[in-house]
């Protein structure tokens, strides 16, 4: 697991966390171009992400994930470069680029289990927010074949197991009690958001709520002053969920007439 070390970067999430985006970017920034590593790189990319240079932070992943591929190195390479590196292209309208990142992500070299979730569940969630994007149907199959790989226990399998269907909301949230704190004052609220998030989305899906409320609930979800109580490790470990910057754009969702 991808944890920011202590010293200067631990001192760039707090500085980020109390809105003091320039100073906390350019530690990032001198980390990143200081050490190489998958850490610094996807650190420095969701500082751009958490304060919403979108186009920055998309030119910065796909950077980092065209440069691993040209070298044929995975060093620096994680699922999460293309997770964030879609939420980028994302949230600047850039829709189809997005998916083409994530379906680029579902073959990471690197990844939870080392099976990857994050980006298949991306794409599921594109297919119920706009289904000319994503095909439903291949999207929910590649993530229940993730999720059923035996290698593949407890969160976040039981997340991508509760938006297939195969668990039901109490199984998810007994997962989500029993998953243990990473660190002894860790509450785990990257995960608890997550599960939150895709309740919603699959409410959305089964129209047992409107896109209107939907989005009202995107708004409350990504209003970024609940998140001052977080310390520098869950914080970065928030930062580095693509829903949250989906949700943040589908806050600014405009309705169609009649929707």
Not at 128 to 147: F, N, P, V
Request: aromatic share 8%.
């Amino acid at each position: 697991m991808i944890t920011p070390k202590p010293s200067r970067e631990g001192e760039a999430w707090d500085l980020l966390r109390h809105r003091k985006a320039d100073e906390a970017l350019a530690l990032l920034r001198d980390e990143c171009n200081g050490n190489r590593s998958t850490r610094a790189s996807l650190g420095y990319g969701a500082a751009l992400m958490w304060t919403g240079q979108y186009r920055a932070a998309a030119e910065h992943f796909e950077g980092v994930i065209e440069t691993s591929r040209a070298t044929r190195s995975p060093m620096m390479l994680s699922e999460d470069h293309y997770s964030l590196g879609g939420a980028a292209r994302w949230c600047l309208g850039d829709h189809t680029e997005a998916v083409k990142l994530w379906r680029l992500g579902t073959q990471a070299p690197y990844a939870t289990y080392g099976v990857g979730l994050e980006c298949p569940r991306l794409l599921v969630l594109v297919a119920i927010l706009d289904s000319e994007l994503c095909d439903r149907a291949k999207a929910l199959e590649l993530l229940k074949k993730r999720a059923s790989d035996p290698r593949v226990h407890d969160y976040p399998g039981t997340l991508a197991q509760f938006v297939v269907g195969v668990i039901n909301d109490d199984a998810l949230e007994v997962s989500l009690d029993r998953r243990g704190a990473r660190y002894a004052l860790c509450s785990n609220r990257d995960h608890k958001w997550q599960a939150a998030f895709y309740r919603a989305v699959l409410h959305l899906e089964r129209s047992m709520i409107t896109r209107a409320a939907f989005k009202q609930l995107a708004e409350s979800m990504t209003e970024v002053s609940q998140f001052d109580d977080l310390d520098s490790t869950e914080f970065w470990w928030l930062t580095r969920c693509a829903e949250f910057y989906v949700a943040r754009q589908e806050a600014l969702h405009k309705e169609k007439t009649g929707q």
